[in-house]
């Protein structure tokens, strides 16, 4: 090509860094992540087993073989370590809550899906069930109480969309029972009912965990069922007034 003139065009020339593709993280920003990671999970095993008040920052830094100041680096206080903590696990629920949740599938499949996913993250991870089951005994204050609206919010639209789908019209009270078959009796079996099975390990205990299991997913279909039923009453009442 040539410019107006009749001269060959120059082509604009690329520096070495605009010819490269956009970099990745650098060395130091792995280490610096995975350090970050290690005191998360430190911090929430202790703060699953101790509770927030009996967990010191110097109780973290020697689980990840770190200086006091190391974990300030990261995280400004105990406070911001905790609620990054609560953040992080109830992250993890939601990802895989809403992968089911939003997929093609029946809504009762779905349903049931997504409760089968709660049970097998809590086995995978018991911590969790101890750090929500502390947080559930505070007040209004707790973090989970600021931070499941913010993420969990959604999760419990498409639940009930599942239901609406079914052709139910849930009430809050309808959401709080459910919630409380299925959250509530996971969180309460893991933390509280498998301590108590210590004796079990391997093989049995898997085989005790899938029990709760099947028999926690025959609990919600039967709650599902009992919401059924009753809008079918409701409905055959307004047909007869």
């Known amino acids: 090509m040539t410019d107006p003139a009749g001269r060959p065009e120059r082509r604009p020339t690329l520096t070495r860094a605009q010819g490269r593709p956009a970099a990745g993280p650098t060395r130091r920003q792995k280490r610096s992540e995975r350090n970050r990671q290690r005191i998360l999970a430190a911090a929430e095993r202790l703060f699953a087993e101790r509770g927030y008040s009996d967990t010191s920052i110097d109780a973290v830094a020697e689980a990840v073989d770190m200086h006091q100041p190391g974990i300030y680096y990261y995280f400004p206080s105990k406070q911001a370590l905790y609620e990054e903590v609560v953040r ?144 079918e009453t409701g409905e055959r009442r307004e047909r007869e007034r």
């Open 88 to 231: 992080t696990a109830i992250a993890s629920l939601d990802e895989r809550v809403k992968e089911i949740l939003i997929s093609s599938d029946p809504p009762e499949e779905r349903l049931l899906a997504s409760v089968a996913a709660w049970v097998d993250l809590l086995t995978e991870r018991p911590t969790l069930a101890n750090l929500m089951l502390h947080e559930a005994a505070k007040s209004d204050s707790s973090a989970i109480a600021r931070i499941l609206p913010e993420m969990g919010g959604h999760v419990q639209s498409m639940i009930e969309d599942a239901f609406l789908e079914l052709g139910l019209e849930p009430t809050p009270d309808d959401i709080f029972h459910y919630a409380s078959v299925t959250t509530g009796a996971a969180l309460f079996f893991v933390a509280a009912m498998q301590p108590l099975m210590s004796g079990r390990k391997g093989p049995e205990l898997k085989r005790s965990m899938e029990r709760h299991k099947q028999l926690l997913l025959s609990g919600t279909q039967d709650l599902i069922e009992t919401m059924r039923k009753g809008c």
